[in-house]
């Protein structure tokens, strides 16, 4: 009787850890099919530049005619 009870008791833990591990298994095959799904819908174009000047070659990535520096003449 106690063996039979172990071998039922042994059964339900293989039978847990069996469904945890395809749970878990299902879930990271979820995410990397998200991935690449999300990766191949990527935007159409490149984003535009928020700062033209620093487009520009040689740019400094300030506006022109500015130095960065107050000037003021009282």
Do not use: C, K, N, Y
């Not at 042994?10 to 990271?28: D, E, N, Q, W, Y």
């Not at 095959?29 to 487009?55: K, N, V």
């Not at 520009?56 to 107050?70: E, H, L, R, V």
């Amino acid at each position: 009787m106690i063996e039979r009870l172990r071998e039922l008791i042994g059964a339900v833990s293989f039978h847990r850890g069996l469904a945890l591990g395809a749970l878990v298994g299902s879930a990271i095959a979820g995410s990397t099919i998200w991935a690449r799904i999300r990766d191949a819908r990527g935007p159409a174009e490149p984003a535009p530049e928020l700062d033209p000047a620093a487009a520009q070659p040689g740019g400094s990535g300030a506006a022109p005619g500015t130095s960065g520096t107050a000037t003021t003449t009282d």
